[in-house]
């Protein structure tokens, strides 16, 4: 064999031998098996590159860690433990009047309308939470989640992807994603009749208008608005109006980190705007990495209706052991 | 490097089994705290949104048979835990460890199963 082929090939051998352990893009050991990295202690990032926040982005510490099933606002303050009892991890204590974990740190500032609106979701988390057969929440019916809801309860994996003219994001559940548009456009200038002008013709959309722009080399901002107001804002069922509109915040921290933070301005339903995700610290993933399928498919729901969540519901009759 | 490996995957370890994953609803069906241990033959798995759930039947000491439906997290959130659309299969017998209903019917949710070769499973719940 030529020697000018000796090392190729033993590269070859190599990368076929550690690439499902070695990660490429960032040369950092994995878990065998494990699809994730998520941040260790001893680790000093490269520095940010310009304008870019695009890759594979999972919440930094861990999955779950995108989770607001009290609601938006609430993030990371439900770390409670059922005193003596194993295994409760964020449960709450069942005989608690309102459960204190699950309330959220602070309330959004609602307005007559705003709460009148909340109160007549009944949602599955939050402490108004009840029996998922139980609920209105149009999601668990496989309805669309819109945005920002795909942010604000339960941060999955996603792709960014930069072009010349869109920032787009692709979202884990249920494939779904978004195009924030960076052509210089501008936002519709009547959110509650939105559109891009002719010849598109007005329409309200479950994901919205996307428009956005570098703040700075490492900073970029998307603001949203002409949204579909059968959406709810979270799991916990905070409302918004159509004249909704969302200033989303990516700041580029270091090679390896995203920070999203999502504020909500929304008249109708707040007096006044307000922090719905601050921070969520997210790590970049393995440009190899294969984002797993979750999709809502109403068969399946159908399904598990049937066996589970109905009967979980009834009033019931005892029979368990 | 086995060293750097060792110590991430303990910290992934950690990540994962210190989390409660609640992709779909909260906990308002469940009997906060209680545990129930059960044997039982597997008559469904199924690999599913919004939930996997096992469906197995228990003899009872009168001799009837209860049939238990305990729930999941989705597959994307069980896989981190080991488990896939072929853990179980009709006939095995397994040792369930479940976090029961209130209303007293045999459903629950998932927290630890022994398979039919001993391995046990932990799912998202444990802490």
Same mark, same amino acid.
């Given at each position: 064999m030529p020697k000018r082929f000796v090392a190729p090939i033993i590269s070859l051998i190599g990368v076929s031998i550690f690439g499902p352990v070695i990660t490429p893009a960032q040369d950092v050991p994995r878990q065998p098996g494990a699809v994730y990295d998520f941040d260790r202690p001893d680790e000093k990032p490269a520095p940010a590159p310009k304008h870019d926040i695009s890759g594979v982005w999972e919440p930094a510490k861990g999955p779950g860690a995108g989770l607001q099933g009290k609601g938006?606002?609430?993030?990371?303050?439900?770390?409670?433990k059922v005193p003596g009892v194993p295994y409760s991890g964020y449960a709450y204590d069942a005989k608690a009047p309102v459960p204190d974990c699950l309330k959220p740190a602070q309330e959004p500032p609602y307005t007559a309308l705003g709460r009148k609106t909340l109160l007549s979701h009944i949602p599955t988390e939050g402490y108004r939470m009840v029996a998922s057969a139980l609920t209105n929440d149009p999601v668990p019916a496989c309805n669309p989640q819109g945005f920002p809801r795909i942010v604000l309860h339960d941060f999955r994996t996603s792709r960014i992807i930069q072009t010349p003219t869109n920032v787009v994001i692709l979202y884990e559940f249920n494939k779904k994603w978004r195009a924030i548009w960076t052509d210089g456009r501008e936002l519709p200038k009547n959110p509650e009749e939105p559109t891009w002008g002719e010849p598109d013709p007005p329409e309200s959309r479950w994901w919205g208008y996307s428009v956005g722009k570098w703040e700075d080399d490492y900073t970029f901002v998307a603001d949203s608005n002409g949204f579909d107001d059968r959406t709810w804002l979270d799991n916990a069922g905070l409302p918004h109006g159509d004249a909704l509109h969302v200033e989303e915040r990516y700041r580029?921290? $270091?090679? $390896?980190h995203l920070e999203m933070t999502i504020t909500i301005h929304d008249p109708q339903m707040y007096t006044k705007p307000w922090v719905a995700l601050d921070k969520l610290r997210l790590r970049l993933q393995a440009a190899s990495l294969d984002i797993p399928e979750e999709e809502c498919v109403p068969l399946e729901t159908e399904e598990y209706n049937k066996e589970f969540a109905k009967p979980a519901a009834s009033a019931g009759k005892a029979k368990q052991p | 490097m086995r060293r750097r490996l060792i110590t991430t995957a303990a910290v992934v370890g950690l990540l994962i089994g210190s989390v409660s994953l609640f992709a779909h609803h909260g906990n308002a069906e469940f009997d906060i705290g209680k545990r129930v241990t059960v044997k039982g033959t597997v008559t469904r798995w199924s690999w599913s949104n919004p939930h996997c759930f096992l469906t197995f039947d228990v003899n009872g000491d009168n001799g009837a048979v209860v049939h238990w439906v305990v729930e999941t997290q989705p597959p994307r959130s069980v896989t981190a835990g080991g488990f896939s659309q072929y853990t179980f299969k009709p006939g095995d017998e397994v040792t369930v460890t479940l976090e029961p209903v209130k209303n007293g019917r045999p459903l629950g949710r998932m927290l630890e199963v022994v398979l039919p070769n001993g391995k046990k499973m932990v799912t998202g719940h444990l802490d």
């Open positions: 938006a606002l609430s993030m990371g303050s439900c770390e409670y580029r921290v $270091d090679r $390896d | -």
